[in-house]
DNA sequence: ATATCGTTTCCTGCTT
DNA sequence: TAAGCAGGAAACGATA
């Protein structure tokens, strides 16, 4: 089970505030791709939080969910079932640089693919599971910790044996984006016919491929609309962070909230809600129990 | 037009 | 007693 333990810097406290959240274990939920807050089922949905009440011993709590990977996991004596994306990017092992990424570092979308390392080769697949609301649970992780060089060598029965049959889309994209460069994202409609086209797989989620573009969601992911997504990438993005969120036990998924305010702010700034309090903020945690 | 979802807002009661 | 937190309930806006 996963916590996340925060300590704010709630206006009027008279002492500080311990504001845990912390994104559980299974069986629970759909909390969804987030690499580093949980564990990763399904793309896109929203988590489960459980909250218990706060002491001074013992700081509140949010519980966002977790997850585990399915049964569906093809070589589940390579890769624990039960590991997540949390668990993977916790890993040094298996994601050594992702904590020290920087603004300088280059994202995915700017480098060519069989250039890659293994973090972009994680950032691509977390893009196509939030984009194309491909199905996490189909993809063995384990399969894709590789870099770009060794990605683009794998073959199209490899990434179905990874990722069943949402591997089929995603040597589809891939070979898309090698042919064409990103600009096969550029127009969402057309990429949402091809990838229609290529097969009437039911690894997609009902809601289908959301019309956004690659640009949107690669750099600028911040923008996200959801408030948990909002938290995810403010703790995945160092650059934007700015102190707001510290991790207090990463493999637990516990953070900190330190500057409450300033959250509260950021997260009315994106919701164009210049009323957003953390008190608001907080509820809206809760909300999502 | 309607239903659903994800908040947002307000409120009350409990804890510290 | 004051302040913060938890959670119920209704409203709201976006979306399907």
Redesign the pocket.
Known sequence: MGTMIAT?D?????SP?A?VSHWVDPPCVHWVSEPALGRVRKPL??PEIS?S????SHP?RVMLDSVTHSSFLPNASFCDPLMSWTDLFSNEEYYPTFEHQTACDPYWTSVHPEYWTKRHVWEWLQFCCDQYKLDANCISFCHFNVNGLQLCSMTQEEFIEAAGICGEYLYFILQNIRSQGYSFFNDAEETKVAIKDYTGSSCLKT?GI?SQDSHSHSRTSLQS????EFVRDLLLSPEENCGILEWEDREQGIFRVVKSEALAKM?GQR?K?D??TY??????L????
């Not at 009440?53 to 001074?56: D, F, G, V």
């Not at 809760?286 to 129990?289: E, K, T, V, W």
């Open positions: 704010c709630c206006v009027g406290a008279r505030q504001c949905e929203a909250v009440r706060p002491s001074l509140q809601s959301k609309s959801h408030l948990w997260w919701k809600n009323r957003m008190e608001k903020l907080s509820r809206a809760r909300c999502q129990i």
